[in-house]
């Protein structure tokens, strides 16, 4: 029996809320890790951009990798980060040691909401909580990472029917919440991304 007759494979697609563009993701529980794969079409400063993202992340949602890569419409010009972790709060950036980092535990890369799946699983907050986090932020285009300082609030625990996650970026004020699916994929992230499939 194959990974995705055992509903270990999600596909899901996102659009910008309020511009052009699409990204297709496909998600894979293994049962010893995860493994997440997007590709993202949109325009982004003065460019049509293919964004492609990697993530992997342990049976605990602890992020080992995360490759973030760019190109422009004709494949030109491409730039790519590689981001890895030992799940304990050390990384690594383009094989070097990356000590600027040091007590992060996940990576935010900034044009996908999956960054918010993540944390979300990994934190497994009961309904109230609420966990301040640091986490390795990716800008695209420019693709320079940096940390910022994060708090997820559970204001619905996860389950079958999903359930709902207030994210602060403690840096900039930003907040939203969100509703995700029983699996932890974003549903809608008010004024960001919209699912479009399935919705």
């Known amino acids: 029996m194959s990974a995705e007759d055992n509903n270990a494979v999600r596909n899901v697609y996102w659009t910008p809320w309020s511009a052009p563009g699409v990204e297709q993701l496909l998600m894979t529980d293994h049962g010893d890790r995860i493994s997440a794969f997007s590709l993202i079409l949109r325009p982004l400063g003065g460019q049509h951009l293919r964004i492609r993202i990697g993530y992997h992340a342990d049976a605990q949602w602890n992020t080992r990798r995360v490759m973030v890569a760019t190109a422009d419409a004709e494949e030109t010009d491409p730039r790519r980060v590689v981001l890895e972790s030992d799940g304990q709060g050390h990384w690594q950036m383009m094989e070097q040691p990356a000590p ?41 285009p420019s693709l320079t990472p940096r940390v910022v300082h994060q708090r997820y609030t559970c204001l619905e625990q996860l389950g079958p029917s999903g359930g709902t996650y207030r994210y602060e970026n403690l840096d900039s004020g930003f907040s939203a919440d969100l509703k995700v699916d029983a699996d932890g994929l974003v549903m809608d992230y008010p004024e960001t991304f919209r699912r479009s499939w399935p919705t």
Not at 101 to 108: I, Q
Not at 115 to 138: C, F, H, Q, W
């Open 100 to 140: 600027q980092f040091d007590g992060c535990l996940d990576a935010d890369v900034e044009i996908t909401p999956f960054s918010n799946t993540v944390p979300i699983r990994r934190l497994g907050m009961a309904e109230g909580a609420s966990v301040e986090t640091k986490a390795v932020y990716v800008p695209v």
